[in-house]
């Protein structure tokens, strides 16, 4: 069958990694490891960013430092560590230090609990390439994300400026709205596997991927794990044009390089994620799994095939940032809640009923199959036949001044809600005090001189 029969997870039962031969030292080790290999993902990453940018927008990219531009990430990070470090007279300085350290501490909590293979013997102890595991590790990642923008909102937040403040805000709305589309993605795992382990989903995958199973949901993760790691299309929390660098605006060398770390941690951890969940976890590609009996699943092979993964996931969004250009923020949001939410949830709902129909009811897979074939082929020619509702046309201006006959004031003041808004049609900015000032010095001009120029000519 292609549906695994749900099975409801007993709290009391653990995951299918065995650690109990684990010593203090093998955590060490492990946990040392997984620092080592994140910092060293991240130096690969950066670079390997620029060369597939180059190659695909037709330029050199980095190479002048090492072989084909290997030591420009080393270069950028010395950078980062000499560059002159400086602190927000008018900031929150305890949150200010804070957040950068909120958000990468977050970031490197997520690889403890994805596995990297099976049990090996690693110094004449038999364990699994993993760090930890729990009945419920999935639920670990989730939490561990939502705690990771605070990070960024406080960085906003305490920086006492305008554009970061309006990049965290951004950014907290952007977690919520795609964090709630990615969990309802990978709750259809859950059904399916019968538990929330890491272990057991990537053990539950041994006959068939969920990513094929489970396309819909595993085409709502990958939108919504763009979206969560801030990556473009979906970087409105930095835009550059709009935000200058967003929350990051006021951040200067290392401090910057903590939440610049953390943002490429956290394309590592959403692709683990993804490869762990989706993508059968370290076990091999077909048909490399079914040579000699499974000979490519044992031993240290799993962990190529685990790094190979996630570093496809990688580049599938180093190429969306050399395809697509930047959402408007109204489109992005209309994305998240009226689109990815709702087929996240009809998917869910789907899952759980076919779910509950092969567990409890007497019906034929391969007929269930036809009929949610037929329903779906059904709502997508209506959904094609369906009339476009054509936007009514604008009413053309009554006068002159193109304000469809509104009468306005010549003059309006900027300023009166507090914040400078630009004229409406037929409005007009009063002038500035230097103009004035030039206007009355002008040859042929009266020589009295306006309150508001007066006090510019004092400043």
């Not at 409801?8 to 490891?33: E, M, Q």
């Not at 489970?214 to 835009?239: C, H, I, K, Q, T």
């Not at 959904?383 to 309006?412: I, R």
Request: charged letters at 15%; glycine letters at 6%.
């Amino acid at each position: 069958m292609i549906f695994a029969p749900m099975v409801i997870s007993d709290p009391s039962a653990g995951p299918s990694a065995d650690f109990s031969n684990d010593t203090w030292w093998i955590w060490v080790i492990k946990a040392v490891a997984i620092i080592v290999m994140l910092l060293l993902f991240v130096l690969v990453a950066i670079w390997a960013e620029r060369k597939v940018l180059a190659r695909m927008q037709t330029r050199p990219g980095p190479n002048v430092h090492g072989p084909a531009g290997s030591l420009q990430s080393v270069a950028d990070a010395m950078k980062l560590l000499l560059k002159e470090d400086f602190n927000l007279k008018g900031a929150d300085r305890f949150v200010y230090l804070l957040a950068p350290f909120i958000a990468a501490l977050c970031a490197f909590m997520i690889y403890a609990v994805i596995p990297f293979g099976p049990e090996v013997s690693m110094f004449g102890v038999t364990t699994p390439l993993q760090l930890a595991d729990s009945s419920v590790a999935v639920l670990y990642i989730l939490g561990i994300t939502a705690i990771g923008v605070y990070g960024i909102v406080l960085g906003g937040w305490s920086s006492n400026s305008t554009f970061p403040l309006l990049g965290a805000v951004r950014s907290s709305a952007q977690v919520i709205s795609y964090e709630l589309a990615m969990a309802l993605s990978l709750a259809s795992v859950f059904l399916v596997s019968g538990s929330a382990s890491t272990s057991q989903i990537v053990d539950s995958q041994t006959r068939l991927w969920w990513a094929i199973v489970l396309l819909p949901a595993f085409l709502v993760y990958l939108v919504s794990m763009v979206g969560e790691v801030n990556r473009l299309p979906f970087d409105l929390p930095e835009a550059e044009g709009e935000l200058v660098a967003g929350h990051m605006v006021e951040y200067s060398s290392m401090k910057f390089a903590w939440f610049f770390l953390a943002e490429y941690v956290n394309m590592l951890n959403v692709s683990a994620v993804a490869a762990t969940l989706f993508l059968g976890g370290w076990r091999a590609p077909w048909p490399l799994s079914a040579i000699n009996d499974g000979t490519f699943n044992e031993g240290w092979w799993p962990l190529l095939w685990m790094v190979a993964k996630i570093w496809l996931v990688m580049f599938f969004m180093f190429w969306l940032r050399a395809t697509l250009l930047r959402f408007r923020y109204d489109q992005f949001m209309n994305l998240g809640w009226k689109i990815l939410i709702p087929v996240a949830l009809a998917w869910l709902v789907a899952v759980a009923v076919v779910q509950g129909l092969l567990q409890f009811g007497d019906i034929d897979l391969r007929t269930l199959l036809f009929v949610l074939a037929g329903i779906l082929v059904v709502v997508l020619v209506v959904t094609l036949l369906w009339p476009e509702k054509k936007p009514e046309p604008e009413p053309e201006p009554a006068d002159a001044t193109g304000t469809g006959g509104v009468v306005v004031d010549s003059e309006f003041d900027a300023f009166a809600g507090g914040y400078p808004v630009p004229p409406m049609p037929g409005q007009q900015l009063p002038p500035s005090p230097r103009r004035r000032l030039r206007e009355q010095q002008a040859p042929g001009a009266t020589q009295t001189i306006s309150a508001p120029a007066q006090e510019a000519t004092d400043e």
